[in-house]
């Protein structure tokens, strides 16, 4: 056998190895055909509420021109394999990060813990269903007790998955009637405890609580489409953060030679923001690497263009987006931090 063939024998027979312990994982046999979760067997009012669960689940993989979109085909089946995971795994990992993105943004399109437990059911029901167009028994395969029990199981556990669903909302509708009944009793007054049971004073608790790894720095173009795109509704929005983003998002706005166009829909806006700030950003490292000043945060560069401003070397480029903001090429909502050119002094 040459080395092409046993490269080729190699890759087919670890494929199909690989197939096989797939379908040992998710409990079929090996002659089972494996069928992908879709969204076709739902009618219009609910696929229509499922479209929208999907624009918030994958709005960084959709509507771009290019090809940071996802084929919509293949949003079908990833949505489908969220919704149908989403009922078991939030019993058993309720705080991971898929459980809180989807809580997330069901809240968002408000949807309830039930509607998404019987589209899993469906979902679910259309992964069982067998092949259309697979041939027949002449005679009907009876069911063994086995076989019936275990569908009797599931579909237990499957209603037992939406008691749970509308129970969890009827104890929090109760959790906001209590709130709102008695505004004193707010868990937030509570001190954190120590290990030994004992309450701790604010100050301690801030130094017990244990530091978190410091965030990559992200480029140019990130902090710019984060700006420009609305904040999620449960985000925490960070003071000092947010002053960094909005001087680097000053700077990005003088180095646009052409101009921007950053308003809109958010499905509509969100391709040409994100070709503005990544021109912005291609613009400044030109714009630096001429100078032979090597820079890649957005924290170094901010700071590098600062001392720059505060020098009076970038009067050229602010009276250039002054220009373009009167023409009209700079279109934006309100601007709330704008440079002004400077005479060798600082005046951020």
């Known amino acids: 056998m040459t080395a092409v063939s046993k490269a080729f024998n190699y890759i087919v027979s670890t494929t199909q190895e690989d197939q096989m ?12 055909t494996l069928r992908l979760p879709t ?24 509507g771009f021109a290019d090809s940071l979109s996802l084929r919509d085909d293949v949003a079908d089946v990833l949505t489908a394999t969220a919704i149908i995971h989403y009922p078991e795994m939030r019993l058993h990992s309720p ?47 009876s069911t063994g007790n086995d076989e019936l029990l275990l569908r009797q199981t ?15 909302e009827v104890k929090e509708l109760n959790q906001r009637v209590g709130r709102l009944e008695n505004p ?9 405890l120590d290990a030994a049971g004992q309450s701790i004073p604010p100050s301690d608790a801030s130094r017990a609580t244990p530091g978190r ?25 960070n003071r000092r953060r947010h002053h960094e983003c909005k001087v680097a998002v000053s700077f990005m706005r003088i180095f646009l030679p052409m101009g921007y166009d950053v308003t809109g829909e958010e ?35 901010v700071k590098v263009l600062k001392r720059m401003h505060a020098e009076g070397k970038l009067n050229e480029q602010i009276s250039r ?6 023409e009209g090429k700079a279109v934006e909502e309100s601007p709330l931090h704008v440079l002004k050119p400077c005479d060798n002094q600082r005046t951020m």
């Open 184 to 192: 004193s009793r707010e868990d937030s007054t509570q001190l954190p």
């Open 213 to 237: 790894a410091h965030s990559r720095a992200k480029p140019l173009a990130s902090v710019w489409y984060e700006w420009f795109l609305p904040a999620l509704p449960n985000a925490r929005q």
């Open 21 to 32: 312990v797939g379908k040992s994982l998710t409990g079929c046999d090996h002659e089972t």
């Open 321 to 326: 987006y002054q220009k373009l903001h009167q």
């Open 267 to 301: 499905s509509d806006a969100k391709g040409r923001i994100l070709s503005s700030g990544r021109e912005a950003e291609a613009n400044i490292l030109a714009f630096l690497e001429a100078k032979n000043i090597k820079a890649k945060s957005h924290g170094t560069i």
């Open 154 to 168: 599931m579909l237990l556990e499957q209603q037992a998955q939406l008691l749970g669903g509308l129970a969890a």
């Open 39 to 62: 969204l076709a067997n739902f009618d219009a009012v609910v696929l229509r509420r499922i479209r929208l669960l999907q624009v918030k689940l994958f709005n960084a993989s959709q």
């Open 95 to 141: 705080e991971s990060p898929y459980i809180k993105r989807v809580r997330q943004a069901l809240s968002q399109v408000q949807v309830t813990e039930a509607e998404i437990a019987a589209w899993a059911i469906v979902i679910h029901r259309t992964l069982k269903q067998p092949e259309k167009n697979a041939p027949s028994s002449p005679t009907p395969r």
